[in-house]
């Protein structure tokens, strides 16, 4: 895909990429990116979910790649979404969700494409 950063069909590329991660797992904003056409565009991703989340996007899902929560410790929003992640069984452990709940990359696409 060739989205030119920031316009419409990068931001539709990038939600879509969001809508495919599956209850119970979760995703890294880059691997986002990365599955919407725009790789190295970590902060697009970032910056879509914080322009235009709704509350049809499972937003909770996309994480730092190191497992860190996307909201700020301690604030509501960070207590929003370890309560949707546990809600889907995904465990929050100092702010943080282990490396096994990931699927990014050629795991998402096999997992979307399983027949």
Not at 24 to 51: D, K, M, T
Request: hydrophobic share 45%; proline share 5%.
């Amino acid at each position: 895909m060739s989205a030119e950063s920031g316009s419409l069909a990068a931001r539709t590329a990038i939600r879509a990429a969001i809508r495919a991660v599956p209850a119970g797992r979760v995703s890294s904003y880059g691997a986002i990116a990365a599955r919407a056409g725009l790789r190295g565009r970590a902060r697009l991703a970032g910056r879509v979910l914080r322009e235009g989340a709704t509350p049809a996007l499972p937003w909770h899902r996309v994480l730092h790649s190191d497992g860190r929560l996307a909201a700020p410790p301690g604030t509501a929003l960070a207590r929003e979404q370890m309560r949707r992640l546990a809600a889907e069984g995904v465990p929050v452990r100092k702010g943080r969700v282990a490396r096994e709940y990931f699927i990014d990359g050629g795991d998402l696409d096999a997992l979307l494409w399983r027949g």
